[in-house]
């Protein structure tokens, strides 16, 4: 079965494997000096690579071939993060494995987490990308809902539950995106309209309330059908 390693670590045609991919290389897979093996460092570029030396903290290898992939993703996702952080994990990998270009985790006047661990995030992110093959790893940024409202996207949407509020079915289409998904409770109306003003379109998704990382999910799954 293939297997992708990631690192950003190397110096011409070298590159290392360090700590946790490193032990997997060895310890996990077990392999040897010689082996070939796929490394890619998350912006599109896919390694072919020849193992030097391999120690408990570090594997060396000598860089055979690069092929550079383009990113097919367009579409930037800005959700609220949920107070449950195995559900926000989860989500987080699986918007990876879906296929994101960027995630944002919005802070909104309902969002109930306001705290997040960037780094644990970041190295579920990288997980779900070797899992699914990817070789492009989105950004998670987290920011307030006013600051993604300056963003530039050629097509932008507000997802939100409001009865009183105009919306319209979410269409999908193979543009730069920008879809905002709310809290568990919601955005506020003031929050939709302020979305509105800065152009962006009113949305609904399907007939039924669903959970913030289920909205994140099927967004997301509908856009990749494009």
């Known amino acids: ?15 290392y494997l360090r700590d946790q991919e490193a032990s997997h290389c060895r310890l996990v897979l077990r392999k040897q000096v010689g082996d070939q093996i796929m490394v890619t460092d998350g912006k599109g570029n896919l390694m072919t690579c020849q193992i030097d030396a391999l120690d408990k903290a570090v594997v060396e290898c000598s860089i055979l071939d690069t092929e550079f992939r ?4 367009k579409l930037i996702l ?4 949920t107070k449950n952080r195995d559900r926000l994990e989860w989500m987080i990998e699986k918007l990876v494995e879906i296929g994101v270009k960027d995630i944002i985790l919005l802070q909104t006047m309902n969002t ?3 705290k997040i661990n960037q780094e644990r995030l970041y190295k579920k992110a990288i ?14 940024k987290n920011m307030d809902h006013s600051d993604v409202l300056a963003i530039e996207a ?6 939100h539950c409001h009865q009183d509020l105009p919306r319209s079915a979410f269409r999908s289409s193979n543009v730069q995106t920008l879809m905002l998904i709310g809290p568990e409770g919601d955005f506020s109306e003031l929050e939709v309209q302020e979305a509105v003003r800065h152009g962006f379109r009113s949305v609904e998704l399907g007939q039924f309330r669903l959970r913030t990382e289920t909205a994140a999910l099927f967004a997301a799954a509908q856009w990749s059908k494009v």
């Open 1 to 15: 079965m293939e297997q992708f390693f990631f690192s950003q670590s190397k110096e011409e045609n070298k590159l």
């Open 70 to 73: 383009t990113n097919p993703e």
């Open 78 to 81: 800005a959700v609220a993060p």
């Open 112 to 114: 109930e987490r306001n």
């Open 127 to 140: 997980s779900a990308m070797k899992q699914s093959l990817r070789v492009h790893l989105p950004q998670i």
């Open 154 to 159: 050629e097509g932008k949407y507000i997802a």
